[in-house]
Structure formats: structure tokens, C-alpha cells
């Protein structure tokens, strides 16, 4: 079972930033916290990861609270090829599955 | 970051022929590959962990007589779906781990069954 909750679904408008929410009240010590995407009837893909941290790439921020419970994946400038299912996922440093749970449904609108 | 290619993208049979999927790894060595299925408005399930030169790992309730995975070398795994039938239509979708590094995902093949 996923180890995650997500809102279902939300929506942004374009241009403004779009904050993605993620509990994952039970994660341990050795678990990294990873983000991916999946645009509809594509494969998904990743977008961050982190352990502590918060982190930053050309595709996002991931904020981690320092209770590691919960985690927040910024898009900073939305737009509509932002558009997609989002999955966080809590994953074991030592394993490599990765367990989807239903994720959050992102609609960008004009 | 890794580079996956996944073949083919989409294909429709009919009921009680076998299909197979391939999954490469492009630019590098992959010990382990994954293989999920995903049906219309659901998230991906994991069906099985293809580890190379020994048998798949699979997840409890598929069944491994149905979903032939090989992964003969270490750049391809290939997935088989024998006798397939109108239930086993859905989004089949590889992966390829790296260690500790991120996965990274196949673009998926939809498969028909008529």
C-alpha cells in the first residue's frame, strides 16, 4: 500500500505557482521522499527527490517539514503542459519499487 | 538521466494470441527493470521486478504463467502476455532502477485486446 495521501485533485491558474501537498506521517528515517509526473497516456516522470532537505532543480522545489510528515512540490510558474497527475512517493533507500498511490490530479487553466 | 524506450507504443490482437513488450535501456546497464500495468483512470500497479540473469520477482496476485518476463541481457527485459484476452487490454508500463538513483519510465504501450 502507499504510504502517501494526496488531494485528488486541484487546480492553479497559469503563471501562478502551483503547490502540490503530500502526508506521509508514517515515513522512517532510511525513506526519500519522490515526486513524478505523468501526462496523460505517457509513462511517468521524474521530477525531484529528497531525504531532509528541502531541494530545488530546473523543474521544482520540494519543501520537506522537519518532522518529515509532510512535503510540498512547488511548480513555480505554472503552465498548461503542467497539466498532469502527480505522484509523491515515500521509498526506502535501500529498496527499488516504487508504490504509486492515486495521486493528484493538477489542471492548469488559462 | 536515464533513457528508456519502450516498444511497441500500441498494439491490438485478438483474444488468445500472446504479445510481447520490450523495454531498453539506453544509455546504461540496468541489473533491474519494473513492469507496471495501469487500467483507464487508475494509478500504476507494480506487476514485477525483473532482475537479469534470474527469474522475475512478481507482486502477490499476478500470475507468472501469464506474464513471461525475461531480462536476458542488461539492457532488455521483455514482457509476454500469453493467451491474451479482452481482460488483459490495459497500460503497460516499464521502469528502469539504477541503484539508489531515480527510476525512469518507458512511455507505456497500450495494449488491445479484441
Known amino acids: 500500500d502507499a504510504k502517501t495521501t494526496q488531494p485528488p485533485s486541484m487546480d492553479c491558474a497559469e503563471g501562478r505557482a502551483a503547490n502540490l501537498p503530500c502526508n506521509h506521517s508514517?515515513?522512517?528515517?532510511?525513506?526519500?521522499v519522490y515526486w513524478y509526473r505523468q501526462i496523460h497516456s505517457q509513462g511517468p516522470q521524474y521530477i525531484i527527490h529528497g531525504l531532509k532537505n528541502n531541494e530545488t532543480n530546473e523543474m521544482a522545489s520540494l519543501i520537506i517539514t522537519e518532522d518529515r510528515k509532510s512535503s510540498t512540490l512547488i511548480l513555480p510558474h505554472a503552465t498548461l503542459r503542467d497539466t498532469a497527475v502527480y505522484y509523491c512517493i515515500v521509498r526506502d533507500q535501500g529498496a527499488q519499487k516504487l508504490v504509486f498511490g492515486q495521486g493528484t490530479r493538477l489542471t492548469i487553466n488559462p | 538521466g536515464a533513457v528508456v524506450s519502450q516498444h511497441p507504443s500500441w498494439v491490438i490482437c485478438k483474444s488468445g494470441t500472446s504479445v510481447k513488450i520490450e523495454c531498453r535501456s539506453l544509455d546504461f546497464q540496468a541489473t533491474t527493470m519494473f513492469w507496471y500495468r495501469q487500467f483507464p483512470k487508475q494509478s500504476l500497479m507494480l506487476m514485477a521486478t525483473?532482475?537479469?540473469?534470474?527469474?522475475?520477482?512478481?507482486e502477490q496476485g499476478v500470475e507468472k504463467d501469464k506474464f513471461l518476463i525475461n531480462h536476458a541481457s542488461l539492457t532488455l527485459s521483455t514482457l509476454t502476455v500469453t493467451s491474451a484476452h479482452p481482460e488483459d487490454s490495459s497500460f503497460y508500463i516499464c521502469s528502469v532502477g539504477n541503484g539508489d538513483k531515480p527510476q525512469h519510465f518507458g512511455d507505456g504501450t497500450r495494449l488491445s485486446i479484441l
Open positions: 525483473s532482475n537479469e540473469g534470474s527469474k522475475a520477482t512478481y
Open positions: 508514517t515515513i522512517s528515517g532510511n525513506e526519500y
